[in-house]
């Protein structure tokens, strides 16, 4: 996943940071970082945004 597709990702959900970093398990620095590009994104973190995917669209 880019840091493109992670923005893309929380705005496709409409979470606020606070919420997707909650659901996400991670510090707001840690967020940070993921969408400038200095970290690449985990897949424990990827693995929890497919789940919230997930759950949109069986709403």
């Not at 620095?29 to 949109?56: F, M, P």
Request: aromatic fraction near 4%; charge should be positive.
């Amino acid at each position: 996943m880019t840091k493109d597709e992670y923005k893309q990702a929380r705005k496709d959900l409409g979470m606020s940071v606070d919420s997707w970093v909650n659901a996400l398990d991670i510090s707001i620095s840690t967020h940070k970082s993921l969408c400038s590009g200095r970290r690449a994104i985990q897949d424990r973190v990827l693995k929890r945004i497919e789940l919230l995917q997930q759950k949109k669209s069986k709403n």
